[in-house]
């Protein structure tokens, strides 16, 4: 992707993944026909971030710029599982997991500091989107990001988008366009807008190159096409997927490290395999891409899927692994949706008030992890937040 000149020293000699596809303007958004998934899909598939029906949509400020309504949201393929059965491909949730006690996270409020004029601007993270413009929109918009129009005004200031843009909301296309615009234009502004690889960049990429295609998956066959439906895969946005996307996606690196902070996807010690430093995940990530081998994407994919590797016994070592191998003071991952964490999941009915409540990120394991999913698909809050954290 752009960036602002002069905004980061030159570390390593530049290979593929540094040559970023042009940013494009954001595209129409057609209506988002929202049609029943393939037959093909297992019976017993089941979608881990339902929306708890009849729970408040998050209300897009107004100072969103108009596009085309989102429709109503309804429930995604599958909604049960049988027995103790979990399908092949599936994401584990807190139906599979032991929640964390509230007393071993700590939720913090962020608190805004003046920009600076010179040198280096602010640093904001952005948790888990999922296809969720209207919500993208306003958090951006409150932490003065972007303008009434959705064009990016917040000078030198830096943004890192955490990964996944898509499925299980309406708009995961509209959401990746968005990011590709606001980084040609605060690249233009002396800042930057950038973003990282996500499992469901992965799975997006696998369903649109492989299909069908059998991958060994360990036990047994899988496809891709069958997880990213498995995960919340919509229809409206393989349907306007272009190379451009897919490029774009495909060279997104995999760890950065900025003021200290370890930025990663998913809360796991899986970026390991890949590399002694970040130069080397980042390249091994996107060589393995490159080759386009369907098995080998595959358990990329598995891999970086994993999750809650930081929050139990031993999950404070596992962040000092990380930090000792990549760097940095904390690490900060989106991924494993806060109200999981917690375990505030809510009701079904999502309006008596004991739905999930998520006012920021999350800071456990010993202070050294901070998690940003705020779980916007189960009616939580997409966060967009500046560091460092005050708490």
Known sequence: MTQGAGQEPVVRTATLRDFRVPPYAQTPVPPQAQGAPPSSVPPHTTDPH?????????????????????????PHPGNAVVGDEQPEGYTPTERDLPVIRRGDTVQVQTVTEPRSDEGRGPLFVVGDVHGYLDE???ALGEQGLIDAEGNWAAGNARLWFLGDFTDR?????????????????????????????????LL???????????????AGTATFQAAWLLNGGQKADMDRLQDVHLQWMSRLDAVVEED?????????????????????????????????????????????????AFRDEGGSQAVRELLATYGGQRVVHGHSPIPYLLGEVGTEEGDDGSGPVVNGPHVYADGLAIAMDGGVTMAGKLLVVQLPLHD
């Open 204 to 218: 997006l990429i696998g369903a649109k190159r492989f299909a069908d295609t059998p991958v060994n998956s360990g």
């Open 136 to 138: 993208l929109l306003a």
């Open 260 to 308: 200290g902070h370890l930025l990663m996807h998913s809360d796991t010690t899986a970026y390991l395999d890949y590399g002694s430093s970040i130069e080397d995940v980042n390249d091994t990530i996107t060589a393995i891409l490159t080759r386009n081998d369907a098995d080998e994407c595959w358990d990329l994919f598995r891999k970086l899927t994993k999750r809650f």
């Open 50 to 74: 339902p929306p708890a029906p009849g729970a408040p949509v998050p209300p897009t400020a107004a100072s969103a710029p108009p596009h085309t309504a989102a429709p109503p949201r309804a």
């Open 169 to 201: 909301g309406p708009d995961g296309i509209g959401v990746i366009d968005l990011v590709m615009r606001l980084s040609a234009e605060a690249a233009a502004a002396g800042g930057y807008c950038k973003a990282l690889m996500g499992n469901h960049e």
